[in-house]
Structure formats: C-alpha cells, structure tokens
C-alpha cells in the first residue's frame, strides 16, 4: 500500500479512546485467549498500523476480539473494511486472505494474495497467490494442468505461493509450496506434478513460511543498506569493548538492525574465544520464536553454532523464558523457538531453560575461567560487547550459570528428554512435532519457503529438522 492509499482509522482511535496502544493490545490478546484457547499475537505497533491505516481487515478472530473490546457491534464501527474484497466487486483485482484463515479452513482466493501477519519486529507480507486445483494421491496432492500456472509462479520481481486444497475424511486440507520453485521443478519433472504431504498447512507450515517470508523481505529491503553500514561500522571491531548507537544505522528497518547487531556480536564471541580455557556457559536472551528464528535462518548464526560447539567438549547455553512469553505466543511461533533449540542440541550444546523473570534483562553473555559480553537483543542500541566486566557483574553470570545447571525446568541426561521436556512447557505434541520434523526433513523446507537473501538460509532449518528425525528414531525405536 502506498501512502496516497492509505487513510488513517480515526474511527479505531476514538474507540479506543484513553487506553493505551500496548493496554489495547494486552486486552484483546486475553479476548483471543478466551474465545479461541489459543494465545493471541498482537502488540502495540499491530494498533499502531491499523490505526495509521497500514492494514485494514484484520483476521477474523482479532476483529471479534476487538468488537468485545471496544463494545463494537459491526466492524465498519470501529473503521474496518475489506479493501481489497471491495475491490472484487468493482472488478479491479483479487481479494486476499489472511495465512491463518487458510489454516482455519477458510476458502482461498482462485488468483489474489496471501497476508502472512507481522509480529513485534517482523512488518507482515503480502505474498503472491495462485490456486490451483488438485487430487489427491500417495504423499500429497498432483495438480491438474500445472503449465498453465507456471508463467504466474515464477516472475521473479515477487513472491508467490502455490495454494491447493483437497476434502478428505477429516475435512478440507490446504497445501502450500513456494511458487518460484515449484514452477523451476517443473520444468525437470516428468512425473506429476505433486505437493509433498509435508506441505500441508498447519503450525509447522505456517511458522516456516511467517518466518522465512517476514526475514527475507526486511533483509533484502535493506540489502545495500547493510553492507554499506557494515562497512562503515567496520573500525569497532578494533576494540574489545563497544556499543553502538540506532541513530548509526538510520535507514534500516528493525529485522535489519537486529542481524548487524547479531552478526558484530558472533564475531565478536569468535575473536576472544581464545582467552577461554574451560568449558564455558552461553547465555542468550530469545524468548519468542520471532526472535529465535534468527538461529535457524541468519548463515552467520549457524556458522557460529558451528565454530563454537566445534572447540569445546562440553557446552551449556541457557535462556530464560518466562510462562508469560510462552502464554502469549501463538503455536507456530513457539514451534520455531522450539526448533531453533533443536538447532542447539543437534550442535552438542545442551539447553537449559529458566522461566524465572528476574533473569529476564540480564545481557547475553559467555563465562567460564574468563567472560566475554555480547549483547544484541532488546537493548537499547545496536550492540554492547566488552571482554571483562565488573566484579559485580562476574558474580552475577557465575549466579545465573549455577542456577541454570543446577535448576533447568527441561533437566534431563538425554537431548531427546530435554526436547520432550521444552515441548510439554510450549504445549506442543511432542509426537505430532516428531513426525512434522521427519515428513519436512524428507521433503526439504525450500520447496515450502524459499529464503533469497545471499545472507539467508533455510540450512538451520534442514539440521534441526533432521536431527528430530533420526534422534526419535535412534531413541525410540
């Protein structure tokens, strides 16, 4: 949307009257929980976007949760109108709907949009779709004359997503896959023309695509953005302490920030390695899978697993996740923060988890004979980083290593016990998750979301994937 399309919702702001964005927000977050059992997902930036006019027809739970708020009876009543459905009616382009009211079981568009939604830093997408009618068969679904959809799927100036359904004895199953690789595979098969089962649209599917899509495209915005402040932020690294400021990187967007940060901190950590000589304790400040889908997609997080699991023997990297965090997190994201624990597990390093609050703000970090800090995330400027600390400061990272070896609500002997025991604190199946990550790892997650930035990567995906596969089977045979 453009800003000469876009009208503020003066109608949503008087109805909220004296309430503050973020109080709105906590309200209709608990209305969702009440109505739906499950957590909602808005902040203060979704009112924000809504009320500048950013987004216009919210998904349907979060418009019924709004109108109990607000007392509303109609949607029109707080300024809410399907912009784009009007659109179809007038004959100017295709409706949209939303990536949750697919998986819901709504009806999709037969040629028009998907809104993949937003979260705390991720800016929501709108992507591309096609529908395309299909059978069922062996593993999925085939699709009937696939040529004729394949000059839509792979125009390359945007993201498209291929959109199937079939009715089965349980009721109607939609099927995604990413456009431009499905039409590229199409050209090399001589079978027909299927969509893996794995792809089915469901909380793996979805926080696969939410986080592969919502990634990409705020790093590829700012993609000569970022190697030039990359460039020109080049000399902190003569130092062994530093921060950096947000007004030093003015033109990039939050996800951007977050990955500059990320990326001066791992290297940081790699660089001053050396001056540890026992085994060490990493702490690390993700609570939500928005935030931990940084380990399973950023390369250079992986590359740093890597390096690091790769010179110790043993390795302890620990977080705090209040029960908050976890309540108020919708299934698929806290999937993606459990896979991006996977991801450590499967690099030897166990996990161990805190819920206690009062560890919530403490720095990221690394101790063992020496420290070293490294911090990116929720603070209050690109970086902090440094290679000693106070003597106050010492004690409390030796506090919170203790704590966490000796009180971690996942303790297990086992990597297996560890990730059964983080699924039952998420409320995920462990046994539906097992066999989401076995069908994915055997059909690949590219094929589903395709990430395009050359500093992008579904590769963490593929070893966290893997690693539940054959650890499930190995262990529980």
């Known amino acids: 949307m453009t800003d000469s399309e876009r009208k503020p919702n003066l109608k949503l702001r008087r109805a909220r009257g004296e309430m503050s964005q973020a109080d709105l927000a906590e309200k209709v977050n608990s209305e969702i929980l009440r109505a739906t059992g499950r957590p909602g997902a808005i902040s203060s930036k979704s009112v924000s976007d809504w009320e500048r006019g950013w987004y216009s027809w919210p998904i349907v739970d979060v418009r019924t949760a709004l109108r109990e708020v607000l007392g509303a009876a109609e949607d029109a009543e707080l300024g809410f109108e399907n912009r784009r459905a009007r659109a179809v009616d007038e004959g100017v382009i295709s409706r949209s709907v939303a990536l949750a009211d697919l998986v819901r079981g709504d009806e999709a568009p037969a040629v028009g949009f998907v809104d993949v939604p937003g979260g705390r830093s991720f800016q929501g997408v709108e992507l591309a779709a096609v529908m395309a009618r299909s059978v069922p068969v062996d593993g999925g679904v085939v699709l009937e004359r696939p040529y004729d959809l394949l000059t839509s799927l792979e125009r390359p100036h945007r993201r498209t997503l291929l959109v199937t359904s079939t009715l089965t004895e349980e009721g109607q199953v939609v099927y995604i896959a990413d456009g431009r690789e499905f039409a590229a595979g199409a050209v090399r098969r001589s079978e027909p023309h299927r969509v893996s089962s794995a ?60 990955w500059l940060g990320s990326d001066f901190c791992a290297r940081h950590i790699i660089r001053h390695l050396p001056k540890l000589t026992t085994d060490p304790f990493f702490w690390s400040r993700e609570q939500r899978g928005e935030e931990a889908a940084a380990w399973l997609l950023w390369t250079h997080k992986l590359s740093y697993l890597q390096h690091t699991s790769a010179r110790f023997q043993i390795m302890r990297r620990g977080f705090c996740i209040p029960e908050h965090e976890v309540r108020t997190s919708a299934r698929y994201e806290r999937v993606l923060l459990l896979l991006a624990l996977v991801l450590m597990e499967a690099c030897g ?24 800090v490294a911090n990116w995330l929720r603070g209050t ?97």
């Open 349 to 372: 390093i166990e996990v161990q988890i805190s819920p206690e609050p009062e560890f919530d703000e403490i720095e990221g970090f690394v101790v063992a004979d020496d420290v070293i």
């Open 199 to 258: 792809y089915r649209l469901d909380d793996m599917t979805f926080a696969v695509v939410w986080a592969v899509t919502n990634t990409d495209s705020a790093i590829l915005a700012d993609d000569g953005a970022l190697d030039s402040y990359q460039r020109s932020l080049a000399h902190y690294e003569e130092r062994s302490a530093s921060s950096a400021t947000l007004s030093e990187v003015p033109k990039l967007n939050d996800v951007s920030r977050k």
């Open 381 to 477: 400027g690109l970086w902090y980083v440094d290679t000693d600390a106070p003597s106050s400061r010492w004690s409390t990272y030796r506090e919170i290593a203790r704590h966490a070896a000796t009180k971690s609500i996942i303790a297990h002997p086992t990597s297996l016990g560890r990730l059964e025991a983080m699924a039952a604190y998420l409320d995920i199946p462990w046994s539906w998750f097992a066999t989401r990550c076995r069908e994915l790892a055997a059909a690949g997650v590219d094929g589903l979301a395709r990430a395009r930035s050359r500093l992008l990567s579904t590769d963490g995906f593929m070893v966290a994937l893997r690693y539940v596969a054959n650890l499930n089977q190995s262990q529980n045979p």
